[in-house]
């Protein structure tokens, strides 16, 4: 379902993309796959994500990650240790 999703709000070619939870209904294998895909547009046509997640595993895969807390917003150093990430993202 995710996938299909994601091929909609490609149709049309936009430059941003807002993915509101994109894997919170998804287990760790299709999470990966859907973050793996959006990378690749990234990657591929210049697409700009904007994902929103409470999943810090696959925040990790982000290039740049910000924190809401107590309704301010901030700007998080990247993880530079991946050895304890229990997801693996391709950069």
């Known amino acids: 379902m995710q996938r299909v999703a994601i091929a909609r709000a490609m149709v049309n070619k936009p430059e941003i993309l807002l993915a509101d939870e994109p ?19 990234n990657k591929t046509v210049g697409l700009t994500i904007v994902m929103v ?19 301010h917003i901030s700007q998080m150093e990247p993880w530079t240790d991946d050895s304890t990430a229990k997801v693996s993202c391709t950069r």
């Open 23 to 41: 894997t919170g209904n998804l287990d760790t294998k299709r999470s990966v796959e859907i973050v793996q895909v959006l990378r690749e547009f």
């Open 53 to 71: 997640t409470h999943n810090q595993e696959l925040a990790r895969c982000a290039d740049r990650i910000f924190e809401m807390r107590d309704g």
